[in-house]
């Protein structure tokens, strides 16, 4: 495994109930080309999804506190499910994003595959992070991405990215539309920035209460 560094004072991990969920040494486990490939031993799953150039390499650097993905300006550089084991505690898989339309029509198939066999697997994820942009409108592509986890029964987590961009007279008008699409009583939405770190604590909050919840807790879809 490649074990990711970075210097203490870059580290300074997000604290949530007392302790860093998101700290420790953060590996490369894995960069899975085949449906169903994983690393092992099964440890709970955190999987990111998003559109493509939704921000997804920013946030994650963000969260972990180490550099693990690569910002890029072009969007669709992430070519397979990059599993990353954090602290020996959690699995973080980083999905290739989808809407990328310049990719070819196989690789998209490719990716789609990957995606839906990594989510109606057994074990399934313990919590999807889902990535829309803060900045936009609620995509089509975002809608039927929240729609399949719901019918797979993956406890999802929806942030919006980019806050920092949204002016403040828009904010409560733009929040107010982005909650009436993605947000749920079982499903929270929170927006966020990974340039300001703006929220960050609160979205880990939330994330870590999905992946210690033990799986006979999860929600999954009746009948």
């Known amino acids: 495994m490649t074990t990711m560094n970075a210097s203490t004072a870059a580290r300074r991990p997000l604290r949530t109930k007392g302790r860093a969920l998101f700290a420790g040494d953060v590996r490369l486990a894995l960069a899975a080309h085949s449906p169903g490939d994983r690393p092992r031993p099964v440890l709970p799953v955190m999987v990111v999804l998003g559109r493509s150039n939704v921000g997804k390499s920013s946030l994650l650097n963000a969260l972990l506190h180490v550099k693990v993905a690569r910002v890029s300006q072009t969007p669709g550089r992430t070519q397979a499910l990059y599993w990353y084991r954090v602290g020996d505690t959690f699995d973080l898989v980083d999905c290739p994003g989808y809407g990328f339309a310049k990719a070819s029509r196989e690789s998209r198939e490719a990716f789609s595959r990957l995606i839906e066999t990594l989510l109606v697997t057994d074990p399934r994820p313990s919590v999807a992070l889902l990535l829309v942009d803060g900045r ?25 990215t980019k806050w920092d961009a949204v002016k403040p007279s828009r904010r409560v008008r733009q929040l107010r539309q982005l909650a009436a699409e993605y947000q749920d009583p079982t499903r929270p939405l929170q927006p966020v920035s990974s340039e300001t770190g703006e929220n960050l604590p609160q979205l880990a909050l939330l994330l870590e209460e999905r992946l210690t919840t033990p799986p006979r807790e999860a929600s999954r879809p009746r009948g």
Request: glycine share 8%.
């Open 136 to 160: 936009l409108e609620p995509q089509e592509g975002d809608r039927s991405m929240v729609l399949f986890l719901r019918q797979a029964g993956v406890p999802t987590v929806v942030a919006a």
